[in-house]
T-cell receptor, first 116, second 112 residues
Framework: GAGVSQSPSNKVTEKGKDVELRCDPI?????LYWYRQRLGQGLEFLIY????????KSGLPSDRFSAERTGESVSTLTIQRTQQEDSAVYLC??????????????FGPGTRLTVT | GQQLNQSPQSMFIQEGEDVSMNCTSS?????WLWYKQDPGEGPVLLIA?????ELTSNGRLTAQFGITRKDSFLNISASIPSDVGIYFC????????????FGSGTKLNVKP
């Protein structure tokens, strides 16, 4: 496809279960971001991948959150032992860095996670 | 941590009116971005600003990077119904190039 895709679009899970969210970036985009968006709020930075460099994990809220990326393609965000406070829309964005990290991020439609 | 205040939270205007919204930060940014988000979709970049004092237009949209590097505004002129949505400002931290901080959004409603 032409844009960033994310799956699933919606996920309902029980408290304590693990979930995996997937992001397929635009082909050729070397940078990938994950954000969390709580209802009625702005986007909260979670993690940044750039090529083969070590990811910037400084935004991950707890050790229950982790993310992986295979080369410069798919990324998965894993949340272990989900809590109700994890309910949010998780957005992925990709970009092509120019001089320094890129600012022109292209966002996917997001995964709406509901923890019951 | 970084604080980014965006106002107003929501606006109800008549079609044809001009709109202004702004963001202020607690520390210096070296990039300001403005996005629009429609329901069920990811944000779409409208305007990017890279220098203090920079004024940039994109059609009916105009945005400025404040001289202090701690604020930015977005103006929409002659609003139309399709301008409805949530507008977010975002700033790139001068100390951490990878991180973008987002405002809480301005929800714009336009009455035809």
């Amino acid at each position: 496809g032409a844009g960033v895709s994310q799956s699933p679009s919606n996920k309902v899970t029980e408290k304590g279960k693990d979930v995996e969210l997937r992001c397929d970036p635009i082909s050729g985009h070397t940078a990938l971001y994950w954000y969390r968006q709580r209802l009625g709020q702005g986007l909260e930075f979670l993690i940044y991948f750039q090529g083969n460099s070590a990811p910037d994990k400084s935004g991950l809220p707890s050790d229950r959150f982790s993310a992986e990326r295979t080369g410069e393609s798919v990324s998965t965000l894993t949340i272990q032992r989900t809590q109700q406070e994890d309910s949010a829309v998780y957005l992925c964005a990709s970009s092509v860095p120019k001089t320094g990290p890129s600012y022109e991020q292209y966002f996917g439609p997001g995964t709406r996670l509901t923890v019951t | 941590g970084q604080q980014l205040n965006q106002s107003p939270q929501s606006m109800f205007i008549q079609e044809g009116e001009d709109v202004s919204m702004n963001c202020t930060s607690s520390s210096i940014f070296n990039t300001w971005l403005w996005y629009k988000q429609d329901p069920g979709e990811g944000p779409v970049l409208l305007i990017a600003l890279y220098k203090a004092g920079e004024l940039t237009s994109n059609g009916r949209l105009t945005a400025q990077f404040g001289i202090t590097r701690k604020d930015s505004f977005l103006n929409i002129s002659a609003s139309i119904p399709s301008d409805v949505g949530i507008y977010f400002c975002a700033g790139r931290d001068a100390d951490n190039f990878n991180k973008f901080y987002f405002g809480s959004g301005t929800k714009l409603n336009v009455k035809p």
